[in-house]
């Protein structure tokens, strides 16, 4: 059983930067193919970015193209997104999810485990 925990979100002014983490715990994520996916208040989940287990495949939403990165740390079981330049359209609870298939989807009915989420704020 895969269990997620994630963390780093918060309160930040447009313009600044995050760093949101998930831990990883009960399987190696060397085998897993991660995805962060975010939902705004009244909208709908949408993803955000993913890594591939297989030779580290990226893939990002267009709207954070440029500006967030997806990383995984293998020894501490840990995937990151480094969120920059955000403005208070980013706000959501972003929700970090897993599952073992190798390609990145952007479906989250696909991805079978998730984490609790964490709140991050944008303010003008």
């Known amino acids: 059983q895969v269990q997620l925990v994630e963390s780093g979100g918060g309160l930040v002014q447009a313009g600044g930067s995050l760093r949101l983490s998930c831990a990883a715990s009960?399987?190696?994520?060397?085998?897993?193919?991660m995805g962060w996916f975010r939902q705004a208040p009244g909208k709908e989940r949408e993803f955000v970015a993913g890594?591939?287990?297989?030779?580290?495949?990226?893939s990002y939403a267009d709207a954070v193209k440029g500006r967030f990165i997806i990383t995984r740390d293998s020894a501490e079981n840990t995937v990151y997104l480094e969120m920059n330049d955000l403005n208070t359209e980013d706000t959501a609870v972003y929700s970090c999810?897993?599952?073992?298939?190798?390609?990145?989807?952007?479906?989250?009915?696909?991805?079978?485990?998730w984490g609790q989420g964490t709140q991050v704020t944008v303010s003008s």
């Open positions: 999810a897993a599952k073992r298939q190798s390609s990145v989807t952007t479906t989250g009915g696909e991805y079978g485990y």
């Open positions: 009960g399987h190696t994520i060397r085998s897993l193919t």
């Open positions: 890594i591939s287990w297989l030779a580290d495949r990226t």
